[in-house]
């Protein structure tokens, strides 16, 4: 077991090293930086200042040395935009992205599993049909266009949701969050809802997926030939032969929830992490860019190691070494 | 458990596989029609110019009286808007069928791209092996371990607009995905015993590559194929949702959407709305063949 | 001898959307306490789902359309779900060919065989334990206590079958359907496991209906044969008496591809053509295109003939038994 999480650890960093090289070479090496910086009028001498104080002079190489050197003592640099560090930044705007996006895939893995498990246990009902036509349309309908409809729909017809913001929050530990007022909630169902609905789709998929083929399999018919019933069958082996595909997905979902929160954020101005990406693309605030790239791709690193962890947990086979075909 | 051995027909002449196909796919009521919705858009797109009320991108044509117009109006063109128009006065018909064609364009244009390039890689590092073999296999899965909007936002970002810019960060979004599962086809039957003789004898390797191993990965790939191309119809959208796709000269239903958000508050729901259904319209259609031809190659869930 | 299970007609169809697909076609039989019976047929002879069918474990779109089941003289035929349900595990059970499929790759076996015992039962933990401990020991596992604790993959393929028996055994069914349980496992490990499972029917006084496609195998169980083919048995007698003086053709068929049947060096000799689709039987005997004795008079099905303990379903008998049950 050890030897598996010091194996996986390692890959970690390896990953975390090329994702740095290959972000910062990205974006740093398109384009000229110092003319989002400097004012159009500013002279020649000012310029070449400007460049010199950025490390824009340096060969690239060295220009990634300092800038490696500095991430790993936790500087990320300084917004071109804010003037203000890009950690402080982005970390405080962090609370209300992870805030949305964990209860975004929470709702989506338990309905979604709910649904598709029932859809799997009986495939030819109308409920399960009408199930998988509900999954077809997550699929298919674009996330942004599904939040406009939301928007449409609640708060321009009905009147009964708000279209955006956070609403009042509450703070814990220094931290602000919306879910604990009832305003707050109120403010952050719309845009879950839109952040899960595609998520919801995809769970309802596997759990069918999975529930179909685990039925037909000798391990459930083996189970029902000991007389055991149809409940305890689905929550003791469908659930359990089910869940790695789950967790594995739930694990790589809650990466791709976080970039497609960038669209849900952008249009419900939930002032999240994703908002502010967009905000800095747009007026290519580089050292932002950088930093959320950056630690994404951690997050999604560690995201990994956690699922490879929790399969160990799970599955005794890789626990013991033992990888299955 | 031993079930009944599958029907054969009749004797007689061998029908060939795509005519099965084709039998087995009608069978499925709804996949026909999607089928035939997909073909009538990617029809309409195509002819969209003579199809269209009005060139919406002829600015001569385009009246301010008319703009914002809901669906039924009688603008100052002399005929109906089916569909009402937009914040320039446009038909917002006619935008729709263009907007159709330049999405049903780029998608396709970014998913055969990506679908040569990913092809290419995956069958090559399955074919070389080795230390190549590992490497490609490693960016690609690091690149499939994070989401193609997030890739394809930066891109689009960084490359600016134009239509070009988008395709390339479609396709750099999406190619991964062909080289998994080419990769994957090809590596199961690299493994056979009668590749790996054939490795052994002096035939060439593009008999190998063309005979053997692609021919193996067809099936998979137009699986893949299908469902990156609905899904690329939906990444340009989104990028063009939020500005970073095309530009403002050629309207994709991505920006139509986008255009018609300011008015919605307003209750001017038709120049978001539209557009919208019509993307999904697409979206799905194209969705639903895809699953009903994963369905009919995967032995698996035959019964 | 009292009958445990008596099967008539019995009949399982499978309604798919390239027909109408009869698995089981009326199938009769009886089955003495304590009896092992084989059931022997190539694969798609409908012996697997003659098996399943007598747990009623036919999934859609397949159903039991005919026939009955008595077992300890209730009929299961028309059963509610729920009483069939108590009665799988307790007085009838089943064993499969695979067992790395049986067993949930993600329990201990201990979870396993408490799941199959709270089915039925109501224990504490420890006797729960108690009980798994004892089933385990019975089947010949060593230090049956640790291994509890222990994964199906932590086990040899013959171990693993053993723990499923050890399931099936739990509580103390009368009747055991064993479908294939020897095919997946090595060979030195089937004929252990076979003795085994021969000593401990007679130890509990369990029956058991001995599916498999092998004759060799079976023979070496069972007291009595049936063989089946395509859906129907076409012939019954008791081990010795149909391995000795096959009656129908198709029992011939199998005993000479056999290899023993063989001298060595000789080519094994199998039985010409295939099982025909069951979606599209000839009319008739339905192993007539792939008899060697067919004639005109195999286009109507044979009847059951039944005399000096054996039975056959073929118009042209190989040899017909005198009425002592001995052949010359």
Not at chain 1, 38 to 43: G, K, L, N, R, V
């Given at each position: 077991m050890l030897a598996f999480i010091v194996q996986r650890a390692l890959q970690a960093i390896l990953v975390m090293a090329v994702m740095s090289v290959i972000v910062f070479v990205g974006v740093y090496a398109v384009g000229n930086p110092v003319d989002i910086v400097?004012?159009?009028?500013?002279?020649i001498a000012m310029r070449e200042e400007v460049i010199r104080r950025l490390g824009l002079d340096l060969p690239l190489w060295k220009q990634y040395g300092i800038f490696a050197w500095n991430l790993l003592h936790g500087d990320f640099g300084r917004s071109f935009v804010y003037n203000m560090p890009v950690l402080e930044l982005i970390g405080g705007r962090l609370p209300a992205t992870l805030e949305l996006v964990l209860i975004s895939i929470l709702f989506a893995t338990v309905v979604g599993v709910s649904l598709g498990i029932y859809a799997g246990v009986k495939p030819d009902s109308l409920l399960s049909k009408l199930i998988m036509g509900l999954s077809i349309l997550g699929f298919s309908v674009p996330s942004f266009w599904v939040g406009l409809i939301l928007i449409l729909t609640f708060?321009?017809?009905?009147?009964?949701?708000?279209?955006?913001g956070r609403g009042e929050t509450v703070t814990v530990f220094g931290v602000p969050w919306s879910f604990l007022t009832l305003n707050g909630l109120s403010h952050i169902v719309l845009p879950a809802l839109n952040l899960a609905l595609f998520k919801l789709a995809m769970m309802i998929r596997l759990a069918r997926a999975g529930t179909r083929e685990a039925m037909l399999s000798d391990t459930v018919k083996f189970a029902r030939a000991a007389g055991l019933s149809e409940a305890t069958i689905l929550r003791r082996h469908v659930l359990k032969l089910i869940s790695i595909p789950i967790i594995t997905v739930f694990g790589l979902e809650l990466g791709s929830t976080l970039a497609f929160a960038v669209v849900t954020e952008t249009i419900f101005s939930w002032p999240g992490v994703g908002k502010l990406i967009i905000d800095s693309i747009t007026v290519l605030d580089r050292p932002v860019m950088v930093a959320y790239l950056v630690l994404t791709a951690f997050l999604f690193v560690m995201i990994n190691f956690t699922v490879d962890l929790v399969f160990a947990a799970i599955d005794p086979r890789i626990r013991s070494g033992r990888q299955s075909a | 458990m031993t079930g009944p051995a599958p029907t054969t027909p009749a004797p007689g002449k061998a029908t060939p596989p795509i005519v099965l196909f084709w039998r087995e796919f009608r069978r499925n009521r709804f996949a026909t029609v999607a089928l035939a919705v997909t073909l009538l858009l990617a029809f309409v797109a195509l002819f969209a110019p003579f199809i269209a009320p009005q060139d919406p991108y002829n600015l001569q044509t385009l009246s301010l009286m008319d703009a914002r117009r809901p669906p039924g109006h009688v603008g100052s063109g002399g005929y109906v808007h089916i569909l009402g128009t937009d914040a320039q006065g446009r038909d917002l018909l006619s935008a729709i069928l263009y907007g159709l064609r330049i999405s049903i364009q780029i998608s396709l244009a970014a998913g055969f791209i990506a679908l040569t390039i990913g092809a290419t890689v995956g069958v090559l590092a399955a074919y070389v092996g080795g230390w190549i073999e590992s490497v490609i296999m490693r960016i690609v899965d690091l690149q499939l371990s994070f989401p193609a909007i997030l890739l394809a936002l930066v891109l689009s970002a960084l490359l600016g607009q134009g239509k070009a810019q988008l395709v390339t960060a479609l396709v750099a979004a999406q190619y991964a995905y062909f080289a998994r599962t080419a990769y994957g086809a090809a590596t199961a039957e690299r493994r056979k015993d009668y590749v790996e003789a054939a490795l052994a004898t002096p035939l060439s390797a593009r008999r190998v590559i063309f005979r053997h191993l692609l021919p193996n990965c067809a099936p998979p790939l137009i699986v893949v194929a299908t469902v990156q191309i609905a899904s690329s119809i939906s990444l340009e959208a989104t990028l063009s949702f939020l500005g970073l796709g095309l530009p403002v000269t050629e309207p994709s239903l991505g920006m139509l959407i986008s255009n018609g958000f300011a008015y919605m508050m307003s209750g001017r729901y038709w120049i978001s709305v539209y557009p919208g259904l019509m993307l999904i319209l697409l979206i799905m259609a194209i969705n639903i063949v895809g699953d009903q031809i994963r369905d009919q190659l995967n032995p698996r869930l035959r019964r | 001898m009292t009958a445990v299970l008596e099967v008539r007609d019995l009949r399982t169809e499978f309604f798919t959307a390239a027909g109408t697909v009869?698995?089981?076609?009326?199938v009769s039989f009886s089955l003495d306490e304590g009896e092992i019976i084989g059931l022997v047929g190539e694969s798609g002879s409908g012996k697997s789902v003659t098996g399943f069918s007598l747990l009623g474990l036919i999934d859609a779109p397949g159903r039991i359309t005919g026939g009955s089941v008595r077992l300890n003289g209730s009929e299961?035929?028309?059963?509610?779900r729920g009483e069939l349900r108590r009665r799988r595990g307790r007085e009838i059970a089943m064993i499969f060919q695979d067992p790395i499929a049986t067993l949930n790759p993600l329990l201990t076996i201990g979870q396993q065989m408490g799941l199959a015992l709270s089915a039925h039962e109501r224990l504490s933990p420890k006797a729960t334990e108690d009980r798994c401990t004892e089933a385990l020991e019975r089947v010949g596992i060593p230090s049956a206590r640790a291994r509890?604790?222990?994964?199906?993959?932590?086990?040899s393929g013959g171990m693993r079958q053993r723990v499923a028996i050890a399931i099936a055994l739990l509580h103390r069914p009368k009747v055991i359907v064993a479908d294939e349980p020897t095919t997946a496992l090595d060979v030195s490990i089937q004929a252990q496991i076979v003795t085994e499972m021969k000593m401990l029917a007679r130890e509990f006084g369990v029956a058991m209906i001995w599916i498999s496609h092998d004759l060799a195998v079976v023979s070496g169980i069972a007291s009595r044969i049936l063989v089946m083919y395509a859906g129907r048995i076409v012939e019954t007698g008791t081990a010795a008496e149909v391995l000795r003086n096959p009656i129908h053709p198709y029992t011939r068929g199998l005993l000479d591809s056999m290899p023993h049947a063989t001298r060595p060096g000789e080519m094994l000799r199998q039985i010409p053509g295939s099982m025909p689709s069951m979606l599209s039987l000839p009319p008739g005997c339905a192993f007539a295109p792939r008899?060697?004795?067919?004639?005109?008079?195999?286009t109507a099905v044979p009847e059951l003939v039944q005399q000096g303990g054996r039975s056959w379903r073929c118009v042209h008998p190989l040899t017909q038994p005198d009425h002592e049950g001995a052949t010359a």
């Open positions: 400097i004012p159009p009028d500013a002279t708060a321009v017809s009905l009147g009964i949701l708000p279209a955006g | - | 009869r698995a089981v076609n009326d299961l035929v028309g059963m509610s509890l604790k222990s994964y199906p993959h932590e086990f008899c060697p004795r067919a004639d005109a008079a195999c």
